[in-house]
């Protein structure tokens, strides 16, 4: 198991201002020699979401991280995957990246496919771990939470909070330890986190991936999709379809892993990650 940076300690210390919100972001190993790699999160979660996979990369890559606006420790309005997506390309010229391996979780792969599709951000390689893209991609629960917001926004915050923990609880295979799960479901916590867990479900759409799904097949880049065989969000027939989709695409599936592929299985998803390096 990697040593990863302890859950009371994980916070990205640096802000930067961009269009879309305040973005936390850090860098670790920056100085190492390898091609540097940047980490994109999904939801719901933040980049606590890499704490097993970053101190490991870093080791030989500069590592870069950084909290989707409206996530983690990042500010931001109405999150959506095209605003996410600008962000990212807008950090990956602002850190003067000339071609690093970009990796996305969930929607966060959906942000790395519209960074590099729709606004040019160059990459060596796409690393895309139970990605958020083929429509549908929005759950259920979420599409019911957009259809009645205002009933959720005013549920009172206990009874929300049972409803995101239990939905949480679906993304790993196994269970989470509480330190864990706390780590997650404190960024939900009260009103203001009940009223930003409900503006991250308002912005989803699959709007915002249809025309990245339309171009699939100009991506030249090697990619590689990773995901949990167990995963109940996105089902392991998303990804044979989206590989068959990008040209040379490779998968790993995790067997014993779920959504949340970094919490069930953490060496195998560096594992896997490792041949996006050796292609």
Do not use: K, N
Not at 97 to 106: K, M, Q, S, Y
Not at 172 to 177: F, I
């Amino acid at each position: 198991m990697p040593t990863p940076i302890p859950t009371a300690t994980w916070a990205l210390p640096d802000r930067v201002p961009l269009e879309d919100g305040t973005v936390a972001v850090d860098v670790l190993g920056a100085d190492r020699p390898g091609t540097p790699v940047v980490l994109t999160h999904g939801t719901p979660s933040w980049s606590y979401l890499w704490r097993h996979v970053a101190p490991r990369l870093a080791r030989e890559h500069p590592v870069y991280l950084w909290d989707l606006p409206g996530y983690g420790d990042s500010t931001g309005d109405a999150p959506s995957v095209a605003g996410h997506a600008r962000t990212l390309a807008a950090l990956v010229d602002r850190w003067g990246l000339d071609a690093p391996v970009l990796v996305g979780h969930d929607i966060g792969a959906a942000t790395v496919l519209r960074a590099h599709l729709v606004h040019g951000t160059p990459a060596t390689a796409l690393v895309l771990a139970d990605a958020a893209v083929l429509t549908p991609w929005v759950t259920a629960l979420a599409a019911h939470m957009q259809a009645h917001l205002d009933a959720y926004r005013t549920m009172p915050t206990h009874v929300f909070a049972e409803l995101v923990a239990a939905h949480l609880r679906t993304t790993t295979a196994g269970a989470m330890d509480p330190g864990t799960e706390r780590a997650y479901l404190d960024r939900y916590a009260g009103v203001e986190g009940q009223q930003r867990y409900l503006d991250q479900v308002a912005g989803f759409s699959d709007d915002d991936t249809r025309d990245v799904v339309a171009r699939l097949g100009e991506i030249a880049v090697p990619t590689h999709l990773i995901w949990g065989g167990q995963d109940a969000w996105l089902p392991v027939t998303a990804a044979t379809t989206l590989r068959e989709r990008i040209p040379g695409a490779r998968l790993t599936t995790v067997a014993d892993a779920g959504h949340f592929v970094t919490e069930d299985a953490p060496e195998a998803f560096l594992d896997a990650l490792e041949e996006a390096f050796t292609r």
